[in-house]
């Protein structure tokens, strides 16, 4: 057979001629392209197509609905097409943005040399991974208030304290320029493992530690309590870091994780110092560390330890030595005393007790009294320690009248 014919369904759409060895099918180009046009067309209109069209168009339209959404857009605007947003790329340009916030104190390309300790005297050092709260080391808590500075390629391991006059010695790592002095006698630095040594933007704290008069109570790291004031403090977060002399001169450096909201014969803007470790200073006793835990940064261990501490006073507002206060007894919590917590009113009980001296109530010869008792019966409570001295004087003054 030298011709033969093709069919698309029954229509004829081309004929074989096997005479010609390459391209011997001659298609009937017109009716191919009418034949199939009309079975395009068909598949087209069909409606499970146009119920597959309707439904990306909802799509479409829903996801154009939550990019407006999350953009903010208002009503009025309208976003009229959608190009698909790569999301590795949106991630990328995310981190680049925190890294940005995260290093917004970094200089790549610094104006100067920057100092190192051999320029600077360093009077005393804490390491970053000393805990300062039972939760948080001294690095995170830099970290928290963004007081830890960011330089490229520099680790700082320590926290050092100088002399404030010896900062214009120091590079300001924000301006590149010489670091402002601080009125007050210390301030504080940052150390890094190469020994690049750059200060520390913390704020003075004005209304404490520059005032010799300023009285606030501290906690050594034995877990003694001391009545001292500080040479030098400072803002961090809503708590102070402080820098005093110790017995022998050595530097020593305090935290408070916050101030006194004042109320309750509490002033307001005071500080409950508890000792941190040093180099000198690196055995800190348990209760002590607890004093300013994670739990207890708000009123209760500040401003009802204030308080606590407060009742150890005597009329000039100072610490009454004999009582010999401890960490336990500022610590804010009452089922942890050292001793009975006694809130006196020595005045009337020397009215009470006939005790007068130059025509006022004799308040040394009450408090004797009271004392004297309160060792003997330590357990017991403040009411019953003045029934037993009112017991004991009635019974003397008897005693005086029948020898009469």
């Given at each position: 057979m030298?011709?033969?014919k093709?069919?698309?369904?029954?229509?004829?759409?081309?004929?074989?001629n096997?005479?010609?060895?390459?391209?011997?099918?001659?298609?009937?180009?017109?009716?191919?392209?009418e034949?199939?046009?009309?079975?395009?067309?068909d598949?087209?209109?069909?409606?499970?197509l146009?119920k597959?069209?309707?439904?990306?168009?909802?799509?479409?339209?829903?996801?154009k609905?939550?990019?407006?959404?999350?953009?903010?857009l208002?009503?009025e605007y309208?976003?009229?097409?959608?190009?698909?947003i790569?999301?590795r790329e949106?991630?990328?340009?995310?981190?680049?943005k925190k890294?940005?916030?995260?290093n917004?104190?970094?200089?790549?390309?610094?104006?100067?040399?920057?100092n190192?300790?051999?320029d600077v005297?360093?009077?005393?050092?804490?390491?970053m991974?000393?805990?300062?709260t039972?939760m948080k080391t001294?690095?995170?808590?830099?970290k928290?208030?963004?007081k830890?500075?960011?330089?490229?390629?520099?680790?700082?391991?320590?926290?050092?304290i100088?002399?404030?006059d010896?900062?214009?010695?120091?590079?300001?790592?924000?301006?590149?320029?010489?670091?402002k002095v601080?009125?007050?006698?210390?301030?504080?630095v940052?150390i890094a493992?190469?020994?690049t040594v750059?200060?520390?933007?913390?704020?003075q704290?004005h209304?404490?530690?520059?005032?010799?008069?300023e009285?606030?109570?501290?906690?050594?790291?034995?877990?003694?309590v001391?009545?001292?004031?500080?040479t030098?403090?400072?803002?961090?977060?809503?708590?102070?870091f402080?820098?005093?002399k110790?017995?022998?001169?050595?530097?020593?450096?305090?935290?408070?994780p916050?101030?006194?909201?004042?109320?309750?014969?509490?002033?307001?803007?005071?500080?409950l110092?508890?000792?941190l470790e040093?180099?000198n200073?690196?055995?800190?006793?348990?209760?002590?560390r607890?004093?300013a835990a994670?739990?207890?940064?708000?009123?209760?261990?500040v401003?009802?330890?204030?308080?606590?501490a407060?009742?150890?006073e005597?009329e000039?507002g100072?610490?009454?030595?004999?009582?010999?206060?401890?960490?336990e007894?500022?610590?804010g919590i009452e089922?942890?005393k050292?001793?009975?917590?006694d809130?006196?009113?020595y005045?009337?009980?020397a009215?009470?007790?006939?005790?007068?001296?130059?025509g006022?109530?004799?308040?040394?010869?009450?408090?004797?009294?009271y004392?004297?008792?309160?060792?003997?019966?330590?357990?017991?409570e403040?009411?019953?320690?003045?029934e037993?001295?009112?017991?004991?004087?009635?019974e003397q003054?008897?005693h005086?009248?029948e020898?009469?």
């Amino acid at each position: 057979m030298k011709h033969g014919k093709y069919y698309l369904d029954t229509l004829e759409i081309g004929t074989l001629n096997k005479k010609i060895i390459d391209n011997n099918i001659l298609f009937k180009e017109r009716k191919v392209e009418e034949e199939l046009g009309k079975q395009i067309r068909d598949v087209v209109m069909s409606i499970d197509l146009r119920k597959k069209e309707i439904s990306l168009i909802k799509e479409n339209e829903k996801e154009k609905d939550l990019i407006e959404k999350a953009l903010g857009l208002e009503p009025e605007y309208e976003i009229t097409s959608i190009a698909t947003i790569s999301l590795r790329e949106k991630l990328i340009e995310e981190q680049k943005k925190k890294t940005k916030k995260e290093n917004k104190n970094i200089l790549i390309n610094l104006p100067k040399k920057l100092n190192t300790t051999k320029d600077v005297n360093i009077k005393q050092e804490m390491k970053m991974n000393s805990k300062v709260t039972d939760m948080k080391t001294l690095e995170q808590i830099l970290k928290d208030n963004e007081k830890l500075p960011q330089i490229k390629n520099k680790k700082f391991i320590k926290m050092g304290i100088i002399e404030s006059d010896h900062r214009d010695n120091l590079l300001d790592t924000k301006t590149g320029e010489k670091a402002k002095v601080n009125t007050t006698r210390y301030s504080f630095v940052a150390i890094a493992n190469d020994g690049t040594v750059v200060p520390l933007d913390l704020k003075q704290d004005h209304q404490e530690g520059n005032n010799p008069n300023e009285i606030n109570y501290q906690v050594n790291q034995k877990g003694e309590v001391e009545q001292d004031d500080v040479t030098s403090r400072f803002k961090i977060g809503s708590g102070t870091f402080a820098v005093k002399k110790g017995d022998y001169g050595e530097i020593e450096v305090y935290h408070s994780p916050r101030k006194t909201i004042g109320g309750n014969g509490v002033e307001g803007n005071k500080s409950l110092d508890r000792q941190l470790e040093t180099d000198n200073v690196w055995i800190m006793k348990k209760e002590v560390r607890d004093l300013a835990a994670k739990y207890k940064t708000g009123y209760r261990s500040v401003e009802e330890g204030y308080q606590e501490a407060k009742m150890h006073e005597n009329e000039k507002g100072e610490i009454i030595q004999s009582d010999k206060m401890r960490v336990e007894d500022i610590d804010g919590i009452e089922n942890t005393k050292s001793h009975i917590h006694d809130n006196v009113n020595y005045e009337d009980l020397a009215i009470k007790w006939g005790y007068y001296k130059e025509g006022k109530p004799n308040l040394e010869k009450a408090k004797q009294l009271y004392g004297e008792k309160r060792k003997e019966n330590p357990k017991a409570e403040e009411k019953e320690i003045i029934e037993m001295v009112t017991e004991e004087l009635e019974e003397q003054i008897w005693h005086e009248r029948e020898g009469r």
